[in-house]
């Protein structure tokens, strides 16, 4: 070996390791060939990644520092591991942190860094990453290319990812289950409430209702008129029923209809019920079955308080009416309605065939519900004021006739005017008998045309003009027509009876006459008959 050189003895000079021999003549050392560059020249200048340029110093390396997410557990360092002191960060430009390349692949290409930031080699893969400390100074620290925390493997985001889309997903969950759930509630209680499983029933009921009621309502009517209305109880030798009064005075007179107390008048027994069940006997005072009124008194009761009686005349159709009475023996019975019609002639009665039981009344009609039992019984205004005594009804099968009957109410009932029912009280108290007012004719009932008609002779055989009375004196004869009374038409005999009855003795009629085909107009002043 030529220790000059270095080349062993008898071998041939070469050049660079495996580049062949040294050509003789000029000889020159071979210069090391130099690797090229794994990326372009960079257009600004900047040194290749990972070395420093010869125009400006390598920065110091900086090592990522992992900020953990709100709610992340970060792993401390391990016991006894070196841990790098923090290096300050540049004063002019601060890189942003680089993920390191993978170690195993050192040929794999390396990312460049942006244009504007300088190149850090990546911290070694088996350096731990240390805990960042805040500094007492927070502004010191502050690292403003720093966009987002690094995030250590099983963090979430507090923000993107997700998590939204759970929480819209358990809403979603939370209302289908409320559903569902109200949905098996409605059921389950629909069928407890059908099956009645569950206890008792509570049904809801209404209250704080006044105990009071308006003077003018039917409940304030009968509030004040029960208290003077009885129930009368009539039992004869051969006839017994049941019917209605009501007090007259603070002296037991009690005024009730002729049919009610018949059965008892030659020898019967009569006892009077009031509302609050205190029962006492009546006895007859006067009765008269041509207007169908009677009066009874009771005796041994304290307290008594009289209707007030109102006026008749006063009465218009469709004031609203009040009924009180004990229909089929069902005591203190109230009935309400209107006036439906008034001065309805009509006639009850006739058992008698003499005819000196039939009544003529010059009727108020009401459709208030009368039965069987309300004869007798007070019709009321609005004010509780009597104005009529319920005295008759039409049945759909027996016509017009007294309450003694069986027939039932079809809203068509008729009570006796007030104003006609004082007068006749007042004469069966003071002297036991009423009185009626007459023209002295006999009128012939069989007549079938339009008008009531003089007969030619009374039914005794008499002269059918009484000598001497209110007719003859005014210039009537047998066989005149009697077609009008005070300019108001009249059709039937009865109808002109109910006409007369309806005044009083010494009262003055206008009647057309029709005789021989002319028509005259006479005046007629009311005479006086007797009548039991």
Request: glycine share 14%; hydrophobic share 35%; proline share 12%.
């Amino acid at each position: 070996m030529d220790e000059g050189n270095g080349v062993p003895q008898g071998a041939e000079p070469t050049g660079a390791a495996g580049a062949g021999p040294i050509p003789d003549g000029d000889f020159e050392l071979a210069k090391p060939e130099r690797p090229s560059p794994l990326h372009e020249p960079d257009p600004y200048s900047t040194p290749p990644y990972g070395e420093p340029g010869p125009w400006a110093p390598a920065p110091p390396v900086q090592h990522p520092v992992a900020t953990p997410a709100q709610g992340t557990v970060m792993t401390p360092p391990v016991a006894g591991a070196a841990v790098p002191p923090e290096p300050a960060p540049a004063p002019t430009e601060p890189a942003a942190p680089i993920a390191p390349a993978p170690p195993t692949t050192p040929t794999a290409p390396i990312t460049p860094a942006p244009p504007t930031m300088p190149a850090v080699p990546p911290a070694p893969a088996s350096a731990p990453l240390p805990a960042r400390q805040l500094p007492a100074d927070p502004w010191g620290r502050y690292d403003p290319w720093a966009a987002a925390p690094l995030q250590q493997p099983g963090a979430v985001a507090v923000h993107g990812g997700r998590r939204p889309r759970r929480r819209r997903a358990a809403l979603g969950w939370t209302l289908a289950l409320v559903l569902v759930a109200a949905g098996v509630g409605g059921l389950v209680g629909g069928y407890v409430e059908r099956e009645g499983i569950g206890g008792e029933v509570t049904l809801p009921q209404a209250k704080g209702v006044p105990a009071g009621r308006a003077p003018d309502s039917v409940a304030g009517i009968a509030a004040r008129a029960l208290p003077s209305v009885v129930t009368l109880h009539v039992a004869g030798t051969d006839e017994e029923g049941t019917g209605t009064g009501f007090v007259l005075d603070d002296r037991g007179h009690i005024l009730t209809n002729n049919h009610v107390v018949a059965p008892a008048a030659s020898g019967g027994k009569i006892s009077a019920t009031f509302s609050d069940g205190t029962s006492v006997k009546a006895t007859v005072v006067g009765r008269d079955s041509g207007y169908d009124l009677a009066v009874v008194q009771v005796s041994g009761v304290h307290g008594l308080t009289p209707l007030t009686l109102g006026d008749s005349d006063d009465v218009r159709v469709g004031d609203p009416v009040v009924a009180i009475g004990a229909p089929f023996d069902l005591a203190n019975t109230v009935t309400a309605g209107i006036i439906s019609a008034k001065e309805r002639p009509i006639t009850a009665g006739g058992e008698k065939s003499d005819g000196s039981d039939v009544s003529y009344v010059d009727a108020l009609q009401t459709d208030a519900p009368i039965n069987p039992g309300n004869s007798g019984g007070p019709l009321l205004d609005s004010r509780a004021h009597v104005i009529g005594i319920n005295s008759a009804i039409r049945s759909a099968d027996s016509g017009s006739e007294t309450e003694s009957g069986q027939a039932g109410s079809i809203g068509l009932g008729f009570a006796i005017p007030v104003n006609q029912a004082k007068r006749v009280a007042e004469e069966l108290i003071d002297d036991g008998r009423a009185t009626h007012p007459v023209i002295g004719v006999d009128l012939d009932m069989g007549y079938s045309g339009d008008g009531a008609r003089v007969d030619s002779r009374a039914p005794d055989g008499g002269p059918a003009v009484v000598k001497g009375g209110p007719a003859e004196r005014a210039g009537l004869r047998a066989g005149d027509l009697i077609t009008e009374v005070d300019g108001e038409p009249v059709h039937t005999g009865a109808e002109l009876i109910v006409r007369i009855r309806a005044r009083e003795p010494g009262d003055r009629l206008r009647l057309t006459v029709e005789r021989g085909g002319t028509e005259r107009e006479v005046s007629v002043v009311l005479g006086t008959a007797g009548q039991n």
